[in-house]
């Protein structure tokens, strides 16, 4: 099983990430970009790539232990971006914030019980955000990126985007010719403040 850990978006959320994705498609005619469909955003907190069943087993463990815990927080819609830089970008993405550390304590948590068990390999600094899409041709200039999302500026967000986060999710990607399909496997859910 490919399978990752995610915090997932609300439907206000998705709501405005198809506004901006709508906005970059327009400022970006003839890029090839694969856009991430409505339904598949989240923040990731974890990619924990092909699993068996044993380790399977051994991260739900992990995460009912874990997330059980830990305190819902609450995540702001900070900054469209792109990885791994602005200038020649594969991956177009918003930045998510928090006023406090819950989320960042919650994944470190994780990420060390699951590196014990070497069920993952790389200690990345992990910056939070949502994948708009993917550039699928190596080409400079994409256009609107770098912006904050604040209702000061013409463009980019609405207005102060901001959700509570009350679980954790295990899901399933299946690659397919269409794209990845995503199953939520588990629910966790973190106290209520």
Not at 3 to 14: G, H, K, R, S, Y
Not at 83 to 112: A, K
Not at 147 to 168: D, H, I
Request: hydrophobic share 40%.
């Amino acid at each position: 099983m490919r399978l990752f850990i995610a915090f997932p978006a609300t439907a206000e959320v998705i709501k405005e990430l198809m506004r901006v994705q709508a906005e970059l498609i327009n400022l970006n005619f003839g890029a090839v970009i694969k856009w991430t469909e409505p339904q598949n955003f989240h923040v990731t907190a974890e990619f924990l790539g092909e699993l068996n069943e044993a380790d399977a087993g051994e991260v739900k463990k992990i995460l009912k232990k874990i997330v059980s815990k830990y305190q819902s927080f609450k995540y702001q819609l900070d900054k469209i971006d792109a990885f791994p830089d602005l200038r020649c970008p594969s991956v177009l993405m918003v930045r998510v914030i928090e006023e406090e550390w819950e989320s960042l304590n919650l994944r470190q948590e994780i990420h060390d019980e699951l590196k014990k068990l070497n069920l993952i390999g790389d200690d990345k600094p992990w910056q939070p955000h949502i994948t708009l899409g993917r550039v699928k041709n190596e080409q400079a200039g994409i256009s609107g990126l770098d912006r904050k999302l604040n209702p000061a500026r013409p463009t980019g967000l609405s207005g102060r985007v901001e959700w509570e986060v009350g679980e954790v999710q295990l899901i399933s990607s299946v690659l397919t010719a269409h794209g990845s399909e995503y199953e939520v496997l588990e629910r966790y859910t973190l106290i209520r403040n």
